[in-house]
């Protein structure tokens, strides 16, 4: 057939079938009416901790009402770790009771008098009255790195958990249930009582019934055991306030792309004929570009840094150290070095960059040391004015390089994989042994000296921190002059606004360091690639990049990140050139 006109956008048929268009029209369009909304805060605001029951039961649909709102609770990862032990029995309910006395006069006894009093006087018989128990445990067998969310905050089943006693909560004052939770408890002696296995845990016990009271305010409230503090005076702006023993906020004079330009770059991208991010990593990079380069973009550069190193002498590689200089020269030539020739190919212009060379290559940047070099294992790499000066050479060219769309960057130096080794084991705290490979052309004896080498220069330069200070000493003591120019091109590109490409570990180290001076650089970061280096795949969890190659590359001089930056420039093309839908 012919087409005539927009075609309809593809909705989906289950699931979220809104579109970023009716989104960004009536962003409230979600919102269930004040009514739900002034019940909802009624019921939040009529919640109490019951005491006293009623001996009438509890009809069984009502139970499995607030059963099922538990059920309903947000938990990490989808993992539902909660179970729910529902105890009718008089005999286990009275030995709970009894195991809950001895634990407040255990507890009592660690209180000044009046305090101790005060605990004494408050009424537990709930747990003897209410007609239903519900201990709610934690079934925390799942190792954490198994759930998606809990390898960092491991707790987070356990406050799932406390989620679903709150939806319980609030669903049993809806239909007029009083719940009370009791967790004056040995947590083993009520595991012991209800018979859970090694692993789970309990959460305390839930008295359920027809309440034998109907509270104004929050009973420990009522009693003065507490007041309920301000709001003002739990909430915080920002961060923890300095003079309360937090650590001063680091300045950053960089701003990552704001919310609004993510969000456009997405509604743009849900117009198009195709279900979102059909192009999984690609999409997600491509509105990384538009939101920070602009979606016009069609261009760029490679910048091309290369250096000799000291480090060289000490047999950690299996090339001439010319190859550096030949490699730079050709950079410059038609026909070109590799990297040039798959930049020109994108249509990328190149700039070459002489961060330190045996002889001077004509015609490219001037970023060369003029101070002495060490070789790490003995002597820093640089020293601080060589360190300011090619930071402050990378930022120029890199600020001139924004101007033309994407930056690229591409490295060469025979020896800087041992460099770039060293810097990420300062950088990540991590040992030799996580991070030194093979390297291009070597072997296991030439692979034992690297790994020797990086070991040393680590116990000669000591421990470093994470943050700005320490990342500029690890440059200084451990980084290659050519990876210095490159932070300073990250610096100068994200201030402008700017989307950078990265290539193999040297520059993805180089984008590390720039981080670390400026944390908001990392929002104008795309991974090109994953080479074959070890510690590669650390950097860029530690950058937070999933990378759009894995081609096990060694070929360094910014081909796997050219050959990204194509895939990116050719798709921002295919996005201006497709169809718009409509609603």
């Known amino acids: 057939m012919t087409p005539s006109g927009a075609p309809r956008r593809p909705r989906p048929t289950v699931g979220d079938a809104s579109s970023a268009r009716e989104r960004r029209e009536d962003p409230r369009g979600w919102a269930m009416g004040e009514q739900v909304t002034e019940a909802l805060g009624q019921v939040i605001a009529g919640r109490r901790d019951i005491r006293r029951y009623r001996p009438d039961p509890v009809e069984p649909e009502l139970l499995e009402r607030v059963l099922e709102a538990g059920h309903s609770a947000p938990s990490v990862g989808h993992s539902q770790p909660w179970r729910f032990v529902v105890v009718r029995s008089p005999e286990t309910r009275e030995r709970a009771a009894h195991l809950a ?140 306030p300095e003079g309360d023993g937090a650590p001063a906020q680091p300045l950053s004079h960089l701003r990552a792309p704001g919310g609004d330009a993510l969000v456009d770059a997405g509604d743009g991208a849900d117009t198009l004929l195709a279900p979102p991010e059909s192009l999984g990593i690609l999409d997600r990079a491509l509105n ?95 020293t601080d004015n060589d360190l300011e000066r090619c930071v402050t050479v990378g930022e120029n060219v890199g600020r001139r390089a924004a101007a033309d769309g994407l930056v690229v960057l591409g490295e060469v130096g025979v020896g800087n994989t041992t460099v770039a080794a060293a810097l990420t084991c300062a950088l990540l705290g991590v040992d030799a042994d996580d991070v030194v490979g093979l390297g291009s052309g070597a072997d296991a004896a030439m692979s034992k000296r690297k790994l020797e080498v990086v070991s040393a220069a680590m116990e000669r330069s000591g421990t470093f921190g994470s943050d700005a200070d320490a990342a500029r000493r690890a440059l200084r003591c451990l980084g290659g002059p050519e990876i210095a120019v490159l932070t300073g091109v990250c610096l100068a590109a994200a201030d402008a606004g700017t989307t950078i490409v990265l290539d193999g570990l040297a520059t993805s180290v180089a984008a590390l360091v720039a981080c670390r001076l400026e944390p908001a650089v990392q929002g104008y970061l795309v991974a090109g690639q994953r080479s074959r280096e070890k510690g590669h795949a650390l950097v860029l969890t530690e950058l937070g990049l999933e990378p759009l190659l894995d081609l096990r590359l060694r070929a360094g001089e910014g081909v796997g990140g050219v050959l990204a930056a194509g895939m990116l420039l050719r798709g921002l093309e295919a996005r201006r050139t497709s169809i718009r839908t409509t609603d």
């Open 288 to 382: 990384r570009v538009v939101a920070t380069s602009g979606p016009q973009t069609s261009g760029g550069r490679l910048i091309l840094a290369g250096a000799d190193h000291p480090v060289v002498d000490l047999g950690i590689s299996a090339y001439e150290a010319h190859v550096t200089a030949d490699v730079l020269a050709h950079a410059l030539t038609e026909p070109s070095s590799l990297g040039a020739a798959h930049a020109r190919a994108a249509g990328l212009a190149v700039d070459v960059v002489d961060a330190g060379v045996k002889e001077a290559v004509t015609g490219a940047v001037d970023a060369r040391p003029r101070g002495k070099r060490g070789n790490l294992r003995d002597a820093d790499a640089l």
């Open 101 to 240: 006395d001895t634990a407040r006069l255990r507890q009592a006894r660690d209180l000044l008098p009046e305090r101790a009093a005060r605990l004494l006087d408050l009424k537990l018989e709930g747990l003897r009255e209410a007609p239903i128990g519900i201990v709610v445990a934690c079934d925390r067998r799942t190792q954490a790195n198994g759930v998606l969310g809990r390898a960092t905050f491991t707790e987070t089943d356990v406050w799932s958990c406390a989620c679903a006693i709150q939806n319980m909560w609030l669903t049993a004052r809806s239909l007029g249930l009083g719940m009370g939770w009791v967790t004056l408890f040995e947590p083993s002696d009520l595991a012991g009582l209800i018979g859970a296995p090694e692993g789970v845990e309990t959460l305390g016990w839930m008295c359920l019934g027809w309440p034998d009271e109907r509270p104004p305010e929050p009973g420990l409230q009522r009693a003065s055991w507490s007041t309920k503090l301000p709001l003002e005076e739990v909430v915080l702006e920002e961060r923890w």
